[in-house]
Nanobody
Framework: QVQLVESGGGLVQAGGSLRLSCAAS????????MDWFRQAPGKERERVAA????????YYADSVKGRFTISRDFAKKMVYLQMNSLKPEDTAVYYC???????????????WGQGTQVTVSS
């Protein structure tokens, strides 16, 4: 059973940075795509970044391009989301997710973490 546990959320001022971490366990992830989604109150869930576990190919939503960076550590089975130049509109619950079907920018992942709150104050 795949388990995903996020950490690293918190409160930060606009212009600041945060790094989210996702600890993945339960199997090997070759062929998977690992995603970061977010959902703000009253808004639809948004895929902000994704990475192919083996090849390292990435995807970013237009809203975060140039500010967020997704990465993974094979040995530690960790996925990271480095968030720079944060804006109040980045405030949301951020979720780590895993897609065994390897879809980089579409589709619904099979596995989800519990989420971590990111709040950006103006």
């Amino acid at each position: 059973q795949v388990q995903l546990v996020e950490s690293g959320g918190g409160l930060v001022q606009a212009g600041g940075s945060l790094r989210l971490s996702c600890a993945a366990s339960g199997r090997t992830f070759g062929g998977y795509v690992m995603d970061w989604f977010r959902q703000a109150p009253g808004k639809e869930r948004e895929r902000v970044a994704a990475i192919r576990w083996n090849a390292g190919i990435t995807y970013y939503a237009d809203s975060v391009k140039g500010r967020f960076t997704i990465s993974r550590d094979f040995a530690k089975k960790m996925v990271y989301l480095q968030m720079n130049s944060l804006k109040p509109e980045d405030t949301a619950v951020y979720y780590c997710a895993a897609d065994p079907q390897g879809r980089l920018s579409f589709g619904e992942p099979d596995y989800w973490g519990q989420g971590t709150q990111v709040t950006v104050s103006s």
